[in-house]
């Protein structure tokens, strides 16, 4: 599944092509997603002008002045800036055209990505108890210290929650972790808020590197012109079990954590 830097990646690729222009045609060729596609998003969106691309979390959210459009990629989407006559392939669900004669295609193969519409989108039930940006000034150690204390769970779950801290996906949670040292299943409650002010430095260096790379491509993910992300040939743990850590030369264990792929060295993470 797309995670936060290949979210943000995509929404630096069509905010430049969207911001400030009308929408002079919405087309829907399949409103089974996740949830239906209302009626509502045709409605409201064409004809307005797109005063903005955001992103939270892992949703892309596209503001006009009646409302918002809250997209999320889903495990195979992705939104395509179209600049040709390429006609629409077979999954592009959504089309956009704009008066700049750009067209924003959204492609989601297995349907599981989502498209729907909010007037008060921080209120809406996906974002509205989500805890803050990885990268945000409010995100520091003392708060993952404090929220930590007398919790047994594990400190990879611990900041895989949305709740907790929003956009740290599995790939990106394994990578920080080996940076800052820390066992994945040492216990949230149990580490130190030393520990805790270098992983929130570990998870902002992992984030911010692969947005500059353009995500990572495991399966199905291309950012906004197609082309795939490249953090993955700098991953240093994930998808490596067996092979020697970067660091002491010790073959990397693999285990599962909530039936997700756990890579760490036994030696240099305690």
Known sequence: MPELPEVETTRRGIAPHCEGRTIQQVTIRNRSLRWPIPRELDDHLAGATIRSVERRAKYLLLRVDSGTAIVHLGMSGSLRVITDNAPPLTHDHVELALDNGIRLRFNDPRRFGCWLWSVTPEQHPLLASLGPEPLA?????????????????????????????????????????????????????????????????????????????????????????GKPGYFAQSLLVYGRGGLPCAECGTPLKEIRMNQRSTVYCGRCQR
């Open 137 to 225: 000034p409010e995100f520091t150690g003392a708060m993952l210290f404090r929220l930590s204390r007398g919790k047994q769970t594990p400190v990879k779950s611990y900041i895989m929650d949305n709740h907790v801290v929003v956009g740290v996906g599995n790939i990106y949670a394994n990578e920080a972790l080996f940076k800052a040292g820390i066992h994945p299943k040492r216990k949230a409650g149990r580490i130190s808020l030393d520990r805790y002010n270098r992983l929130v430095d570990t998870i902002r260096e992992t984030l911010s590197a692969a947005i500059l790379m353009g995500g990572t491509t495991l399966r199905d993910f291309v950012n906004s012109d």
